[in-house]
């Protein structure tokens, strides 16, 4: 593979999707919020930058992965950000969480000077960032998708087109509700079968085979019968998703009740202090248990 790779935040997701990229053969320079994570990528070859316009300025690619709409709009628009940086041609993969609003408007900015912009958040976690095994879920121009595709295939196993600009946010706010409400839904069930004296194992066995079984109740019901926590994906970026699907409802003028109630637990969860905990952390709110060291 070639190409120069402009690759931005290099946290939990991005470290793992930045090193396979790597290992695939592209150039890679890299920027983060705090240089002590950019200067591991040092002794693998990649270029560490001072900034994001060294890091975007004559590469054919950015991918970007930060926090929410407030870092991404600092990445994308500040007077030495992104779209003031890069060349016209180069495609912006923006695999962050954002608001569908924030992702059109950046669409339209990118389109303006010549770039092209794919809002192209992922499902899946750390484990799944590590394997290569991400769900990218694309808006955007197709013909943007067909050329960034190799970096995709390298990151992940699928990349699915939504729609236009602002789609691929708004399929990753439901794919996330959905993962919240469930969540919440799995701490009450470990919770009534621990009271009921229930051993973990078959009852774990069993809810996998079941028709909830899944991905997700493979990874969590462990971490809640066992109460491991350590994070795959933290509660307090869940309960910010959360807050922005429960804002695009209302403007869309739809009631979302049990998004609603999830998220109440999960701001509960994050008010406490478990914000930097796995999301599945919520099993604490709907208990009332708390950590050991709390």
């Known amino acids: 593979m070639t190409g120069t790779v402009a690759f931005l935040g290099l946290g939990a997701m991005g470290a793992p999707m930045a090193r396979n990229l790597m290992k695939a053969g592209f150039s890679l320079r890299v920027w983060n919020r705090g240089p002590e994570r950019a200067r591991a990528f040092e002794q693998s070859g990649a270029i560490v930058c001072a900034s994001i316009a060294e890091a975007v300025r004559g590469a054919s690619f950015v991918v970007s992965i930060v926090a929410d709409d407030e870092a991404t709009r600092a990445v994308m628009l500040d007077a030495e950000g992104v779209l003031a940086s890069a060349a016209p041609g180069t495609v912006v993969i923006d695999s962050s969480t954002n608001t569908p609003a924030l992702a059109r408007s950046l669409a339209q900015a990118a389109t303006a000077r010549g770039i092209s912009y794919l809002d192209a958040p992922v499902s899946g976690s750390v484990p799944q960032a590590t394997s290569g095994e991400l769900v990218f879920m694309v808006g955007g121009d197709s013909s943007a998708l067909t050329v960034a595709e190799p970096l995709l295939a390298v990151m992940g196993r699928q990349a699915i087109l939504i729609g236009p600009s602002g789609h691929g946010a708004t399929i990753k706010l439901i794919n996330n509700m959905l993962s919240a409400v469930m969540?919440?839904?799995?701490?009450?069930?470990?919770m009534l079968a621990r009271a009921a004296g229930l051993d973990?194992?078959?009852?774990?066995?069993?809810?996998?085979?079941g028709p909830a079984g899944s991905r997700l109740t493979r990874t969590k019901l462990p971490k809640n019968f066992r109460r491991d926590f350590s994070p795959q994906f933290q509660l307090a970026l869940m309960e910010k998703d959360m807050r922005y699907f429960i804002a695009l409802a209302q403007e869309l003028d739809r009631p979302v009740p049990l998004a609603s109630l999830a998220r109440s637990q999960l701001q509960a969860a994050r008010i406490a202090g478990l914000g930097e905990l796995d999301v599945s952390a919520v099993y604490y709110q709907v208990t009332g248990e708390r950590p050991a060291q709390a």
């Open 183 to 190: 969540n919440t839904a799995l701490a009450e069930a470990v």
């Open 200 to 209: 973990p194992e078959p009852v774990t066995q069993l809810l996998n085979e």
